[in-house]
Protein backbone atom coordinates (compact mmCIF):
# COMPACT_ATOMS: atom_id res chain seq x y z
CA UNK A 1 0.00 0.00 0.00
CA UNK A 2 1.20 3.52 -1.32
CA UNK A 3 0.28 5.53 1.58
CA UNK A 4 0.88 8.92 -0.49
CA UNK A 5 -1.79 7.88 -2.61
CA UNK A 6 -4.18 7.66 -0.27
CA UNK A 7 -5.19 11.27 0.75
CA UNK A 8 -4.88 13.37 -3.06
CA UNK A 9 -4.38 16.71 -0.45
CA UNK A 10 -4.73 19.35 -3.84
CA UNK A 11 -7.79 17.59 -5.27
CA UNK A 12 -9.84 16.85 -2.18
CA UNK A 13 -10.04 13.04 -2.61
CA UNK A 14 -9.50 10.10 -0.42
CA UNK A 15 -9.06 6.47 -1.28
CA UNK A 16 -12.42 4.79 0.18
CA UNK A 17 -9.36 1.64 1.68
CA UNK A 18 -8.83 4.56 4.67
CA UNK A 19 -11.99 3.35 6.01
CA UNK A 20 -11.82 -0.35 5.49
CA UNK A 21 -7.81 -1.36 5.55
CA UNK A 22 -6.88 -3.56 8.41
CA UNK A 23 -3.03 -2.92 8.02
CA UNK A 24 -3.38 0.94 7.84
CA UNK A 25 -5.46 1.08 10.80
CA UNK A 26 -2.30 -1.00 12.72
CA UNK A 27 -0.25 2.00 10.98
CA UNK A 28 -2.92 4.32 12.60
CA UNK A 29 -2.45 2.64 15.84
CA UNK A 30 0.92 3.94 15.52
CA UNK A 31 1.21 7.16 13.89
CA UNK A 32 -1.76 8.71 14.88
CA UNK A 33 -2.90 7.62 18.08
CA UNK A 34 0.47 6.71 19.43
CA UNK A 35 1.77 10.02 18.36
CA UNK A 36 -1.03 12.63 18.79
CA UNK A 37 -2.43 14.27 21.96
CA UNK A 38 -5.76 11.84 23.19
CA UNK A 39 -8.00 13.18 25.33
CA UNK A 40 -8.69 12.18 28.37
CA UNK A 41 -11.02 13.46 30.99
CA UNK A 42 -11.76 16.92 32.10
CA UNK A 43 -10.08 17.76 35.53
CA UNK A 44 -13.52 17.71 37.42
CA UNK A 45 -13.60 14.10 36.56
CA UNK A 46 -10.86 13.59 39.64
CA UNK A 47 -11.01 16.79 41.83
CA UNK A 48 -9.76 15.09 44.90
CA UNK A 49 -6.58 12.51 45.82
CA UNK A 50 -7.11 9.23 45.01
CA UNK A 51 -9.82 9.82 42.20
CA UNK A 52 -9.18 7.93 39.03
CA UNK A 53 -10.94 7.32 35.22
CA UNK A 54 -9.99 4.81 33.35
CA UNK A 55 -9.94 5.74 29.30
CA UNK A 56 -8.32 4.70 26.08
CA UNK A 57 -5.70 5.95 23.72
CA UNK A 58 -6.20 4.10 20.63
CA UNK A 59 -6.32 0.43 21.64
CA UNK A 60 -4.03 1.23 25.02
CA UNK A 61 -6.21 1.20 28.30
CA UNK A 62 -5.23 3.69 30.75
CA UNK A 63 -5.91 4.94 34.07
CA UNK A 64 -5.62 8.80 34.88
CA UNK A 65 -5.18 9.23 38.60
CA UNK A 66 -4.87 12.03 41.22
CA UNK A 67 -1.93 11.32 43.39
CA UNK A 68 -1.73 12.58 46.76
CA UNK A 69 -0.06 15.51 45.89
CA UNK A 70 -2.24 16.41 43.54
CA UNK A 71 -0.51 16.30 40.03
CA UNK A 72 -2.32 14.27 37.33
CA UNK A 73 -1.02 11.42 36.33
CA UNK A 74 -1.64 8.65 33.50
CA UNK A 75 -0.54 5.27 32.94
CA UNK A 76 -0.98 2.08 30.98
CA UNK A 77 -3.31 0.13 33.30
CA UNK A 78 -1.60 -3.18 32.46
CA UNK A 79 0.56 -4.86 35.36
CA UNK A 80 4.73 -4.86 34.82
CA UNK A 81 4.45 -8.97 35.70
CA UNK A 82 2.71 -10.88 33.34
CA UNK A 83 0.44 -7.97 31.46
CA UNK A 84 -3.02 -8.42 33.21
CA UNK A 85 -5.12 -5.09 33.15
CA UNK A 86 -4.69 -4.08 36.66
CA UNK A 87 -7.90 -1.28 37.22
CA UNK A 88 -11.06 -2.67 36.47
CA UNK A 89 -13.65 -0.07 37.75
CA UNK A 90 -14.11 2.75 35.10
CA UNK A 91 -13.63 5.39 37.87
CA UNK A 92 -13.58 6.05 41.79
CA UNK A 93 -11.14 6.73 44.31
CA UNK A 94 -7.94 4.85 45.62
CA UNK A 95 -5.43 4.73 47.61
CA UNK A 96 -3.71 2.23 45.00
CA UNK A 97 -4.50 -0.23 42.57
CA UNK A 98 -3.80 -4.00 43.07
CA UNK A 99 -3.68 -6.40 40.41
CA UNK A 100 -6.46 -9.38 40.55
CA UNK A 101 -3.69 -12.01 39.30
CA UNK A 102 -0.74 -12.23 42.01
CA UNK A 103 -1.84 -8.98 43.80
CA UNK A 104 1.14 -6.32 42.80
CA UNK A 105 -0.02 -3.07 44.18
CA UNK A 106 0.54 0.19 42.14
CA UNK A 107 0.33 3.61 43.67
CA UNK A 108 -1.84 6.37 42.48
CA UNK A 109 1.23 7.34 39.99
CA UNK A 110 1.43 3.76 38.31
CA UNK A 111 4.83 3.18 40.75
CA UNK A 112 5.16 -0.56 41.67
CA UNK A 113 4.35 -0.50 45.95
CA UNK A 114 3.78 -3.70 47.22
CA UNK A 115 4.71 -7.30 45.38
CA UNK A 116 3.61 -10.33 47.51
CA UNK A 117 5.92 -12.67 48.42
CA UNK A 118 9.00 -10.47 47.39
CA UNK A 119 11.70 -11.59 49.65
CA UNK A 120 10.13 -14.98 50.32
CA UNK A 121 9.87 -15.94 46.31
CA UNK A 122 11.96 -12.96 44.70
CA UNK A 123 14.77 -13.11 46.82
CA UNK A 124 14.53 -9.51 47.04
CA UNK A 125 15.93 -9.01 44.09
CA UNK A 126 12.91 -7.36 42.06
CA UNK A 127 13.82 -3.71 40.99
CA UNK A 128 10.53 -2.40 41.72
CA UNK A 129 11.70 1.04 40.16
CA UNK A 130 11.96 -0.35 37.03
CA UNK A 131 8.19 -1.73 37.14
CA UNK A 132 6.07 1.08 37.27
CA UNK A 133 3.21 0.75 35.17
CA UNK A 134 4.48 2.36 31.98
CA UNK A 135 3.56 6.59 31.83
CA UNK A 136 1.87 8.33 28.89
CA UNK A 137 4.84 10.30 28.09
CA UNK A 138 3.16 13.43 28.22
CA UNK A 139 0.16 14.57 29.81
CA UNK A 140 -1.88 17.75 30.40
CA UNK A 141 -4.02 20.08 30.36
CA UNK A 142 -6.03 22.71 28.63
CA UNK A 143 -8.28 24.62 30.70
CA UNK A 144 -9.09 21.67 32.43
CA UNK A 145 -9.51 19.25 29.49
CA UNK A 146 -6.32 16.44 30.18
CA UNK A 147 -4.74 15.30 27.08
CA UNK A 148 -2.25 12.48 27.25
CA UNK A 149 0.38 11.53 24.30
CA UNK A 150 2.73 8.28 24.20
CA UNK A 151 4.96 10.36 21.95
CA UNK A 152 8.21 12.44 24.08
CA UNK A 153 8.85 14.23 21.03
CA UNK A 154 5.23 15.58 20.10
CA UNK A 155 5.32 18.77 20.90
CA UNK A 156 3.06 20.44 23.69
CA UNK A 157 -0.46 20.31 24.39
CA UNK A 158 -0.44 24.16 24.21
CA UNK A 159 1.43 24.28 20.54
CA UNK A 160 -0.61 21.06 19.40
CA UNK A 161 -4.20 22.52 19.92
CA UNK A 162 -2.41 25.72 18.56
CA UNK A 163 -5.41 28.39 17.60
CA UNK A 164 -7.96 25.63 18.22
CA UNK A 165 -6.97 26.65 21.74
CA UNK A 166 -7.09 30.15 21.03
CA UNK A 167 -10.80 29.39 19.82
CA UNK A 168 -11.54 27.57 22.72
CA UNK A 169 -10.88 30.19 25.10
CA UNK A 170 -14.39 31.47 23.94
CA UNK A 171 -16.19 29.58 25.92
CA UNK A 172 -13.62 28.20 28.53
CA UNK A 173 -11.62 31.63 29.65
CA UNK A 174 -14.44 33.80 31.00
CA UNK A 175 -15.95 31.27 33.66
CA UNK A 176 -13.88 27.72 33.33
CA UNK A 177 -16.10 25.05 31.62
CA UNK A 178 -16.38 21.93 32.56
CA UNK A 179 -17.62 18.13 31.45
CA UNK A 180 -20.56 16.33 33.59
CA UNK A 181 -20.22 12.62 33.46
CA UNK A 182 -20.15 9.89 33.82
CA UNK A 183 -19.97 9.41 29.57
CA UNK A 184 -22.72 7.46 28.04
CA UNK A 185 -20.65 5.13 25.67
CA UNK A 186 -22.29 2.84 22.86
CA UNK A 187 -20.91 2.04 19.44
CA UNK A 188 -20.78 2.73 15.63
CA UNK A 189 -20.22 0.41 13.28
CA UNK A 190 -17.83 2.78 11.25
CA UNK A 191 -14.30 3.84 10.98
CA UNK A 192 -13.57 6.61 13.08
CA UNK A 193 -12.45 8.88 11.15
CA UNK A 194 -15.77 8.92 9.59
CA UNK A 195 -17.01 10.38 12.55
CA UNK A 196 -14.36 12.46 13.25
CA UNK A 197 -14.97 14.04 10.09
CA UNK A 198 -18.33 14.39 9.97
CA UNK A 199 -18.30 16.82 12.87
CA UNK A 200 -15.14 18.99 11.91
CA UNK A 201 -16.95 19.86 8.95
CA UNK A 202 -19.82 18.48 8.11
CA UNK A 203 -22.69 20.88 7.69
CA UNK A 204 -24.30 19.70 4.63
CA UNK A 205 -25.75 16.84 6.33
CA UNK A 206 -27.63 18.09 8.77
CA UNK A 207 -30.05 19.57 6.73
CA UNK A 208 -30.59 16.15 5.20
CA UNK A 209 -29.82 13.41 7.72
CA UNK A 210 -31.10 15.41 10.34
CA UNK A 211 -34.48 16.52 8.37
CA UNK A 212 -37.09 14.73 11.09
CA UNK A 213 -35.41 16.20 14.47
CA UNK A 214 -35.44 19.99 12.33
CA UNK A 215 -38.70 19.59 11.60
CA UNK A 216 -39.99 18.89 14.99
CA UNK A 217 -37.97 21.77 16.57
CA UNK A 218 -39.24 24.21 13.48
CA UNK A 219 -38.48 27.33 13.44
CA UNK A 220 -35.19 28.40 11.56
CA UNK A 221 -33.97 25.09 11.99
CA UNK A 222 -36.60 23.72 9.92
CA UNK A 223 -36.20 26.19 7.07
CA UNK A 224 -33.01 23.73 6.64
CA UNK A 225 -34.52 21.09 5.58
CA UNK A 226 -33.66 19.64 2.40
CA UNK A 227 -31.02 21.78 1.43
CA UNK A 228 -32.96 23.88 -0.30
CA UNK A 229 -31.07 27.49 0.79
CA UNK A 230 -27.89 28.53 1.60
CA UNK A 231 -28.04 32.08 2.93
CA UNK A 232 -24.83 34.13 2.80
CA UNK A 233 -22.72 34.82 5.85
CA UNK A 234 -24.17 32.70 8.60
CA UNK A 235 -21.08 31.16 9.86
CA UNK A 236 -17.63 30.16 8.80
CA UNK A 237 -16.08 26.75 8.44
CA UNK A 238 -12.27 26.77 9.93
CA UNK A 239 -9.37 24.26 9.45
CA UNK A 240 -6.33 24.24 11.78
CA UNK A 241 -2.68 23.29 11.66
CA UNK A 242 -2.64 19.63 13.32
CA UNK A 243 -5.61 18.65 11.68
CA UNK A 244 -8.12 20.38 14.07
CA UNK A 245 -11.24 22.00 12.21
CA UNK A 246 -14.42 23.12 12.91
CA UNK A 247 -17.91 24.84 11.82
CA UNK A 248 -20.34 27.62 13.14
CA UNK A 249 -23.36 28.86 12.65
CA UNK A 250 -23.28 32.74 13.90
CA UNK A 251 -25.84 33.47 16.68
CA UNK A 252 -27.30 30.03 17.11
CA UNK A 253 -25.32 28.21 20.08
CA UNK A 254 -28.49 27.26 22.13
CA UNK A 255 -30.31 26.94 18.66
CA UNK A 256 -31.31 23.50 19.28
CA UNK A 257 -31.64 23.38 23.11
CA UNK A 258 -35.74 24.30 23.90
CA UNK A 259 -36.80 26.72 26.87
CA UNK A 260 -34.43 30.22 27.20
CA UNK A 261 -32.11 29.71 29.94
CA UNK A 262 -29.02 28.94 28.07
CA UNK A 263 -30.04 31.92 25.81
CA UNK A 264 -30.05 33.95 27.89
CA UNK A 265 -27.00 32.95 29.56
CA UNK A 266 -25.34 33.35 26.95
CA UNK A 267 -26.60 36.95 26.18
CA UNK A 268 -25.60 38.00 29.71
CA UNK A 269 -22.27 36.89 29.51
CA UNK A 270 -21.27 37.60 25.91
CA UNK A 271 -20.33 41.35 26.96
CA UNK A 272 -17.79 40.19 29.14
CA UNK A 273 -16.42 37.94 26.43
CA UNK A 274 -16.50 40.59 24.51
CA UNK A 275 -14.18 42.46 27.28
CA UNK A 276 -12.16 39.25 27.82
CA UNK A 277 -11.18 38.76 24.33
CA UNK A 278 -12.48 40.64 21.69
CA UNK A 279 -15.56 41.24 19.71
CA UNK A 280 -14.20 38.29 17.13
CA UNK A 281 -14.66 35.85 20.02
CA UNK A 282 -17.53 37.39 21.79
CA UNK A 283 -19.44 36.10 18.56
CA UNK A 284 -18.02 32.78 18.52
CA UNK A 285 -19.24 32.64 22.34
CA UNK A 286 -22.84 33.27 20.82
CA UNK A 287 -22.28 31.25 17.91
CA UNK A 288 -22.93 27.26 17.52
CA UNK A 289 -19.84 25.07 16.29
CA UNK A 290 -19.46 21.50 15.55
CA UNK A 291 -15.81 20.39 15.98
CA UNK A 292 -13.12 18.12 15.84
CA UNK A 293 -10.00 18.25 17.63
CA UNK A 294 -7.35 15.51 16.02
CA UNK A 295 -7.37 12.83 15.53
CA UNK A 296 -10.50 11.76 17.60
CA UNK A 297 -12.28 13.98 19.82
CA UNK A 298 -14.87 15.94 18.92
CA UNK A 299 -17.55 18.54 20.64
CA UNK A 300 -20.88 20.87 19.68
CA UNK A 301 -20.80 23.71 21.45
CA UNK A 302 -23.86 25.18 22.33
CA UNK A 303 -25.96 21.99 22.26
CA UNK A 304 -22.69 21.36 24.31
CA UNK A 305 -21.55 17.77 23.39
CA UNK A 306 -18.02 16.57 23.78
CA UNK A 307 -17.28 12.71 22.55
CA UNK A 308 -14.40 10.97 22.20
CA UNK A 309 -14.67 7.94 19.48
CA UNK A 310 -12.25 5.24 20.39
CA UNK A 311 -10.90 3.31 17.74
CA UNK A 312 -12.08 -0.62 17.86
CA UNK A 313 -10.62 -1.87 14.53
CA UNK A 314 -11.43 0.04 11.39
CA UNK A 315 -15.24 -1.24 10.98
CA UNK A 316 -16.27 -0.17 14.76
CA UNK A 317 -15.66 2.68 17.43
CA UNK A 318 -16.80 3.33 20.92
CA UNK A 319 -18.28 6.77 21.36
CA UNK A 320 -18.26 8.36 24.77
CA UNK A 321 -20.58 11.05 25.06
CA UNK A 322 -20.47 13.87 28.11
CA UNK A 323 -22.00 17.31 28.49
CA UNK A 324 -20.08 20.34 28.04
CA UNK A 325 -20.98 22.98 30.95
CA UNK A 326 -19.41 26.87 31.89
CA UNK A 327 -18.31 26.21 35.69
CA UNK A 328 -20.21 28.90 37.32
CA UNK A 329 -23.64 28.03 35.48
CA UNK A 330 -26.45 27.55 37.99
CA UNK A 331 -27.33 24.14 39.04
CA UNK A 332 -30.44 24.17 37.75
CA UNK A 333 -28.79 25.37 33.96
CA UNK A 334 -26.03 22.77 34.09
CA UNK A 335 -29.29 19.98 34.60
CA UNK A 336 -30.91 21.66 31.83
CA UNK A 337 -28.47 22.14 29.87
CA UNK A 338 -27.41 17.96 30.38
CA UNK A 339 -30.50 17.21 29.65
CA UNK A 340 -31.05 19.07 25.96
CA UNK A 341 -27.80 17.38 24.81
CA UNK A 342 -28.16 14.16 25.78
CA UNK A 343 -31.94 14.11 24.32
CA UNK A 344 -30.08 15.16 21.08
CA UNK A 345 -27.20 13.74 20.95
CA UNK A 346 -26.93 11.17 23.09
CA UNK A 347 -27.79 7.29 22.47
CA UNK A 348 -31.03 8.35 22.01
CA UNK A 349 -30.43 11.34 20.38
CA UNK A 350 -33.05 13.16 18.35
CA UNK A 351 -30.49 14.28 16.16
CA UNK A 352 -27.35 11.57 16.61
CA UNK A 353 -29.99 8.63 15.66
CA UNK A 354 -29.80 9.91 12.24
CA UNK A 355 -26.40 9.54 11.75
CA UNK A 356 -25.21 5.78 12.61
CA UNK A 357 -26.68 4.37 9.07
CA UNK A 358 -24.57 6.89 7.29
CA UNK A 359 -21.64 6.36 8.82
CA UNK A 360 -21.88 2.64 8.55
CA UNK A 361 -22.48 2.84 4.87
CA UNK A 362 -19.35 4.91 4.36
CA UNK A 363 -17.72 2.21 5.91
CA UNK A 364 -18.95 -0.85 4.56
CA UNK A 365 -19.20 -0.27 0.87
CA UNK A 366 -15.11 -0.54 0.57
CA UNK A 367 -15.79 -4.33 1.61
CA UNK A 368 -15.39 -5.44 -1.52
CA UNK A 369 -12.27 -5.93 -4.05
CA UNK A 370 -13.82 -2.95 -6.14
CA UNK A 371 -15.13 -0.61 -3.62
CA UNK A 372 -11.75 -1.29 -1.69
CA UNK A 373 -9.95 0.55 -4.86
CA UNK A 374 -12.18 3.32 -5.20
CA UNK A 375 -12.28 7.27 -4.32
CA UNK A 376 -14.42 9.67 -2.74
CA UNK A 377 -14.01 13.26 -2.90
CA UNK A 378 -14.36 16.10 -0.43
CA UNK A 379 -14.11 19.13 -2.91
CA UNK A 380 -16.43 21.07 -1.47
CA UNK A 381 -15.62 24.72 -1.35
CA UNK A 382 -11.80 23.71 -2.42
CA UNK A 383 -11.55 27.02 -4.36
CA UNK A 384 -13.03 29.03 -1.59
CA UNK A 385 -10.69 28.86 1.38
CA UNK A 386 -7.77 30.87 2.48
CA UNK A 387 -6.16 33.07 4.59
CA UNK A 388 -8.52 35.60 6.62
CA UNK A 389 -7.39 39.26 8.26
CA UNK A 390 -9.97 38.59 10.93
CA UNK A 391 -9.61 35.13 11.54
CA UNK A 392 -6.70 32.44 12.53
CA UNK A 393 -6.52 29.56 10.05
CA UNK A 394 -7.65 28.55 6.70
CA UNK A 395 -11.16 29.83 6.14
CA UNK A 396 -13.77 29.38 4.05
CA UNK A 397 -16.61 32.25 4.09
CA UNK A 398 -19.50 29.50 4.22
CA UNK A 399 -20.09 26.78 6.96
CA UNK A 400 -21.42 24.75 4.36
CA UNK A 401 -18.03 23.22 2.97
CA UNK A 402 -15.82 20.53 3.23
CA UNK A 403 -12.77 22.92 4.10
CA UNK A 404 -12.05 21.30 7.74
CA UNK A 405 -12.45 17.81 6.13
CA UNK A 406 -9.26 18.57 3.62
CA UNK A 407 -7.63 19.89 6.82
CA UNK A 408 -8.65 16.91 8.74
CA UNK A 409 -6.99 14.33 6.01
CA UNK A 410 -3.87 16.86 5.12
CA UNK A 411 -2.73 16.68 8.31
CA UNK A 412 -3.85 13.06 8.65
CA UNK A 413 -1.85 12.01 5.49
CA UNK A 414 1.02 14.04 6.53
CA UNK A 415 0.98 12.39 10.26
CA UNK A 416 0.90 8.80 8.79
CA UNK A 417 4.25 9.43 6.14
CA UNK A 418 6.59 11.27 8.80
CA UNK A 419 9.06 8.75 10.49
CA UNK A 420 8.62 11.24 13.50
CA UNK A 421 7.31 14.16 14.87
CA UNK A 422 10.84 16.13 13.91
CA UNK A 423 10.40 15.28 10.40
CA UNK A 424 6.80 16.78 11.05
CA UNK A 425 7.93 20.04 12.49
CA UNK A 426 10.52 20.47 10.31
CA UNK A 427 7.86 21.69 7.89
CA UNK A 428 5.72 24.50 6.94
CA UNK A 429 2.53 24.46 8.61
CA UNK A 430 0.00 22.02 7.22
CA UNK A 431 -2.61 25.35 6.82
CA UNK A 432 -2.16 29.07 5.82
CA UNK A 433 -2.09 31.12 9.32
CA UNK A 434 -2.34 34.65 7.92
CA UNK A 435 -4.72 36.44 10.34
CA UNK A 436 -4.48 39.05 13.24
CA UNK A 437 -5.46 38.09 16.16
CA UNK A 438 -7.18 40.18 18.68
CA UNK B 1 -43.15 -5.52 52.11
CA UNK B 2 -46.03 -4.36 49.68
CA UNK B 3 -49.03 -6.44 49.23
CA UNK B 4 -49.14 -8.80 46.10
CA UNK B 5 -52.31 -8.09 44.08
CA UNK B 6 -54.87 -10.29 42.98
CA UNK B 7 -54.67 -13.12 40.64
CA UNK B 8 -57.38 -10.97 38.68
CA UNK B 9 -55.68 -7.81 38.99
CA UNK B 10 -52.38 -9.45 38.02
CA UNK B 11 -53.82 -10.72 34.99
CA UNK B 12 -54.99 -7.33 34.12
CA UNK B 13 -51.71 -5.75 34.76
CA UNK B 14 -49.91 -8.76 32.52
CA UNK B 15 -52.52 -7.95 29.24
CA UNK B 16 -51.89 -4.18 30.14
CA UNK B 17 -47.88 -5.28 29.65
CA UNK B 18 -48.25 -7.57 26.71
CA UNK B 19 -50.84 -5.09 24.88
CA UNK B 20 -47.99 -2.51 25.28
CA UNK B 21 -45.41 -4.78 23.67
CA UNK B 22 -47.23 -5.44 20.76
CA UNK B 23 -48.15 -1.33 20.48
CA UNK B 24 -43.95 -1.25 20.23
CA UNK B 25 -43.81 -4.31 18.09
CA UNK B 26 -46.07 -2.87 15.77
CA UNK B 27 -44.47 0.80 15.89
CA UNK B 28 -48.15 2.17 17.46
CA UNK B 29 -46.47 4.69 19.73
CA UNK B 30 -48.85 7.34 19.32
CA UNK B 31 -51.64 4.94 20.57
CA UNK B 32 -49.59 3.70 23.51
CA UNK B 33 -48.66 7.50 24.17
CA UNK B 34 -52.79 8.19 24.67
CA UNK B 35 -54.17 5.28 25.52
CA UNK B 36 -51.39 4.00 28.25
CA UNK B 37 -49.15 6.90 29.48
CA UNK B 38 -50.37 9.25 31.83
CA UNK B 39 -49.74 12.89 31.91
CA UNK B 40 -47.23 12.87 34.86
CA UNK B 41 -45.30 10.34 33.64
CA UNK B 42 -41.34 10.24 34.05
CA UNK B 43 -39.52 7.71 31.50
CA UNK B 44 -36.12 7.20 32.93
CA UNK B 45 -33.39 5.17 31.78
CA UNK B 46 -30.36 6.65 33.74
CA UNK B 47 -26.49 5.76 33.81
CA UNK B 48 -24.86 3.84 35.98
CA UNK B 49 -21.03 4.17 36.61
CA UNK B 50 -19.06 0.98 36.72
CA UNK B 51 -17.68 1.19 40.54
CA UNK B 52 -15.77 -1.00 42.73
CA UNK B 53 -17.93 -1.88 44.95
CA UNK B 54 -16.27 -0.13 48.66
CA UNK B 55 -15.58 2.73 46.02
CA UNK B 56 -15.79 5.81 48.28
CA UNK B 57 -16.05 8.09 45.71
CA UNK B 58 -19.12 10.59 45.87
CA UNK B 59 -22.15 10.16 43.30
CA UNK B 60 -21.64 12.14 40.50
CA UNK B 61 -23.34 15.35 41.08
CA UNK B 62 -25.04 14.94 37.35
CA UNK B 63 -26.27 11.66 36.84
CA UNK B 64 -26.86 11.60 33.19
CA UNK B 65 -29.43 9.57 31.91
CA UNK B 66 -30.49 7.93 28.02
CA UNK B 67 -34.13 8.50 28.83
CA UNK B 68 -35.16 11.43 31.21
CA UNK B 69 -38.57 12.16 29.41
CA UNK B 70 -41.67 13.59 30.79
CA UNK B 71 -45.01 13.67 28.45
CA UNK B 72 -44.15 16.44 26.12
CA UNK B 73 -41.12 14.63 25.53
CA UNK B 74 -41.89 11.25 24.48
CA UNK B 75 -44.64 13.06 22.45
CA UNK B 76 -41.90 14.70 20.08
CA UNK B 77 -39.76 11.47 19.78
CA UNK B 78 -42.79 10.50 18.55
CA UNK B 79 -43.70 12.99 16.44
CA UNK B 80 -40.17 12.82 14.75
CA UNK B 81 -40.76 9.22 13.99
CA UNK B 82 -44.16 10.59 12.59
CA UNK B 83 -42.86 13.31 10.35
CA UNK B 84 -41.73 9.79 8.04
CA UNK B 85 -38.36 11.63 7.12
CA UNK B 86 -36.25 9.27 9.77
CA UNK B 87 -33.85 7.55 6.43
CA UNK B 88 -32.51 4.91 9.05
CA UNK B 89 -36.67 3.32 9.34
CA UNK B 90 -36.99 3.25 5.47
CA UNK B 91 -37.01 0.02 5.37
CA UNK B 92 -38.53 0.06 8.80
CA UNK B 93 -36.73 -2.21 11.61
CA UNK B 94 -38.16 -5.22 13.01
CA UNK B 95 -38.81 -4.90 16.89
CA UNK B 96 -40.01 -7.41 19.24
CA UNK B 97 -40.22 -7.44 23.12
CA UNK B 98 -40.42 -10.48 25.37
CA UNK B 99 -41.80 -9.34 29.11
CA UNK B 100 -41.48 -11.70 31.83
CA UNK B 101 -41.10 -11.98 35.49
CA UNK B 102 -43.62 -9.66 35.90
CA UNK B 103 -44.49 -8.86 39.85
CA UNK B 104 -47.53 -6.63 41.15
CA UNK B 105 -47.67 -4.82 44.06
CA UNK B 106 -50.17 -2.56 45.78
CA UNK B 107 -48.39 0.85 45.70
CA UNK B 108 -48.84 3.45 48.82
CA UNK B 109 -50.93 6.09 47.28
CA UNK B 110 -54.52 5.17 46.65
CA UNK B 111 -54.65 2.88 43.71
CA UNK B 112 -51.39 2.84 42.67
CA UNK B 113 -49.61 -0.27 41.55
CA UNK B 114 -45.79 -1.19 41.68
CA UNK B 115 -45.06 -3.05 39.10
CA UNK B 116 -41.68 -5.01 37.85
CA UNK B 117 -40.73 -6.63 34.73
CA UNK B 118 -37.77 -7.93 32.79
CA UNK B 119 -37.80 -6.99 28.86
CA UNK B 120 -35.56 -8.77 25.84
CA UNK B 121 -36.15 -6.49 22.92
CA UNK B 122 -34.86 -8.18 19.56
CA UNK B 123 -34.26 -5.48 16.82
CA UNK B 124 -33.83 -6.63 13.76
CA UNK B 125 -32.65 -4.07 10.62
CA UNK B 126 -31.41 -3.62 7.07
CA UNK B 127 -29.55 -7.24 5.89
CA UNK B 128 -28.23 -9.30 9.04
CA UNK B 129 -28.53 -6.40 11.64
CA UNK B 130 -29.65 -7.54 14.91
CA UNK B 131 -29.29 -6.38 18.45
CA UNK B 132 -30.60 -7.80 21.35
CA UNK B 133 -30.83 -5.85 24.73
CA UNK B 134 -32.11 -6.92 27.73
CA UNK B 135 -33.03 -5.34 31.15
CA UNK B 136 -35.83 -4.64 33.71
CA UNK B 137 -37.86 -2.01 34.25
CA UNK B 138 -39.87 -0.86 37.67
CA UNK B 139 -43.05 1.04 37.06
CA UNK B 140 -45.75 2.43 38.87
CA UNK B 141 -49.30 2.58 37.45
CA UNK B 142 -52.45 3.60 38.05
CA UNK B 143 -56.02 3.00 37.44
CA UNK B 144 -58.02 4.31 34.72
CA UNK B 145 -61.09 3.06 33.63
CA UNK B 146 -60.68 -0.99 33.21
CA UNK B 147 -56.97 -0.45 32.58
CA UNK B 148 -53.59 1.36 33.69
CA UNK B 149 -52.18 4.20 32.90
CA UNK B 150 -47.97 4.50 33.42
CA UNK B 151 -46.68 7.10 35.20
CA UNK B 152 -43.25 6.17 35.86
CA UNK B 153 -40.80 3.89 34.31
CA UNK B 154 -37.36 3.18 35.34
CA UNK B 155 -35.39 1.27 32.92
CA UNK B 156 -32.13 -0.64 33.77
CA UNK B 157 -29.90 -1.87 31.38
CA UNK B 158 -26.96 -4.00 32.33
CA UNK B 159 -24.89 -2.76 29.60
CA UNK B 160 -21.71 -0.08 29.93
CA UNK B 161 -21.14 0.39 26.85
CA UNK B 162 -24.64 -0.32 24.73
CA UNK B 163 -23.76 -2.56 22.09
CA UNK B 164 -26.26 -0.63 19.30
CA UNK B 165 -25.51 2.25 17.30
CA UNK B 166 -28.70 3.84 18.99
CA UNK B 167 -31.63 3.34 21.47
CA UNK B 168 -34.43 5.39 19.89
CA UNK B 169 -37.65 2.83 20.68
CA UNK B 170 -39.10 2.54 23.77
CA UNK B 171 -39.31 -0.37 25.96
Known amino acids: ?438 | MSDPVSLELYHAIEQFYFREARLFGEKRYREWLDSMVDSSIHYWLPIFEDRYKGDRKEPPPFPPAIYDDNYADLDERIRRLETDLVWMEDPPSRIRHLISNIEAYHGESNGEFIVYSNFLVCRNRREREQTIMVGSREDRLRPDNSTFKLTRREIKLPQRVILDTNLYYFM
Open chain 1, 1 to 438: MDLRELIDVRNGRQKKRIFWDEELYRLELERVFARSWIFLAHESAIPKPGDFFTTYMGEDAVIVARTQGGEIKAFVNSCTHRGNQVCNAESGNTRSFTCSYHGWSFGLDGRLQGVPLEREAYHNQLDKSQLGMRPVAQVDSFAGFIFGCFDPEAPPLREYLGEMAWYMETFTERGGAELLGPPLKSILHCNWKIAAENFAGDSYHVGWTHAAALKVAGGELAAMIGNTALPEDIGVQIALPHGHGFTVFWNSATSLHRGDAYANFIRDRAPEVAARLGEMRSKFYRAHWSANIFPNCSFLYGTNIWKVWHPRGPHECEVWSWTLVEKDMPHTLKRNIQKEALRTFGIAGTFESDDAQNLAGCTETARGVIGDRGSIQGVMGIDREGPNRDLPGTINASPVSETSMRGFYKFYSELIQAPGWSELNGRAPSVANGARRE
